[in-house]
Structures are given as structure tokens and as C-alpha cells.
């Protein structure tokens, strides 16, 4: 499997496309998401099949209905339904006037779920704190998983949004991250990549318990 990491937006969002014998996965599609896709799809020779969506925050969606036009299926939790649905209710934390369209998710996960995908197995675990809905992808085969904006390297995403559990997001990074195989790679919403047994080592926010 191949990784491309794209960081992309006003508050440099990471979208992750996953390509694995011509086929294709993106993880979140931050604004700009469906042009830079293209273009490695192009390169590669694959096909994008689906959209897998951390979270609803306006910076992970923001050319994610564009994309779902194109028939994928579309993954994300019911947490974050009304983000999805009613992205306008965002516009106030927009940094730039975007325009944000409402999304058809047409796979709604739940912790524990499992899926296929580009013939792999994804697994869903709830983290949320950061967002009600926010979900890591895990990908056990390749011993790396996409958190959103709940694990940071070094760091945790924001408690300070609307919907967010700060009392939450420490419980279930313990709970639903550390208990990951410590060499598994987390590729956040944002900045760069971490492993599992870094961050129970030496995140400031999240000592292991
Ligand atoms: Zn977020
Ligand atoms: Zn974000």
C-alpha cells in the first residue's frame, strides 16, 4: 500500500490518500483535496472509491461533497451528523469565506466496526472529546491509523468548539489509542506522523495511565 500526504487549507488540514493495487482511499478533504487527488490518481493509475471522514469540522469537508458527487462511498460517524448535514451551522469559524455544502454520508460507522476497502480491513474506533463524532481509522495489515484532530504528535486537538468534551478526549485516547499496537503510525488531522508507544511516552497532555 502507498501513502500520499497532502496538507492542504487555511489551518493546514492533512488529507491522506491510500492507494492499494489501483484502487483508492482519502482520508478527510480539506479545500483543495479534490484537484491534488486528482492529479496523483492520474500519476498512479488508481481509482478513488471511497471517503473515509475523521470528523465533521469545516477544514476535513470542505471539498468533501464535490468528491461524494463522483459516487464513492462515503464513511463518517453519526456524532457528527449534524455537521455533515448542516455545515452552515460552522460558518462563524471560518477563517476565509468558504463555501460549505452539505454531505451525503452513505456508510455511517460506529466504534468497533470493521470494513473493506481497497481489499484491507479497517477498523473504527469512537475518540471523541475534539468532536462527538470524531473517529480513528485504524488499518491493522499496515500497522498505521488516522486519528483526526483527536491524538496530536505531542499534542490533542481543541476542546474549546461547540459539541467538545474536554473530560472526554484524555479517556478515550487512553481507551481507544494507547491499546493500539505501541508501533502503529498515527497520521493526524493535523502536523506530523506519530507512533502509539511515542506518544504513551511522551505526550504532555495524555500521560498513559
Ligand atoms: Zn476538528
Ligand atoms: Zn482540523
Known amino acids: 500500500m502507498k501513502l500520499h500526504s497532502l496538507t492542504l487549507g487555511a489551518v493546514e488540514t492533512n488529507a491522506y490518500l491510500l492507494i492499494h493495487e489501483h484502487r483508492a482511499v482519502l482520508v478527510d478533504a480539506p479545500e483543495g483535496a479534490a ?9 498512479e493509475g488508481a481509482t478513488l472509491e471511497a471517503l473515509l471522514l475523521t470528523h465533521g469540522h469545516w477544514d476535513h469537508i470542505v471539498d468533501a461533497a464535490a468528491l461524494a458527487r463522483r459516487g464513492l462511498r462515503v464513511y463518517g460517524h453519526p456524532g457528527d451528523q449534524p455537521f455533515f448535514e448542516h455545515p452552515e451551522v460552522m460558518r462563524s469559524f471560518l477563517p476565509l469565506p468558504l463555501s460549505l455544502e452539505p454531505i451525503d454520508v452513505t456508510h455511517w460507522v460506529h466504534d468497533a466496526d470493521r470494513f473493506l476497502e481497497m ?7 469512537l475518540v471523541d472529546g475534539h468532536a462527538p463524532g470524531n473517529v480513528l481509522y485504524h488499518l491493522p495489515s499496515e500497522g498505521i ?3 483526526g484532530d483527536s491524538l ?3 499534542g490533542v486537538g ?3 468548539l461547540p459539541g467538545s468534551r474536554p473530560e472526554a478526549l484524555v479517556e478515550s485516547i487512553r481507551k481507544r489509542i494507547y491499546t493500539l499496537p505501541a508501533g502503529t503510525v498515527v497520521y493526524p488531522g493535523h ?15 495524555v500521560p498513559a495511565a
Open 35 to 43: 484537484t491534488a487527488v486528482d492529479a496523483l490518481l492520474e500519476e
Open 119 to 125: 481489499g484491507l480491513r479497517f477498523e473504527v474506533r
Open 145 to 147: 491509523a488516522f486519528s
Open 152 to 154: 496530536f504528535r505531542r
Open 158 to 160: 481543541r476542546t474549546d
Open 191 to 205: 502536523g506530523p506522523a506519530t507512533t502509539v508507544g511515542e506518544e504513551k511516552a511522551e505526550n504532555p497532555f
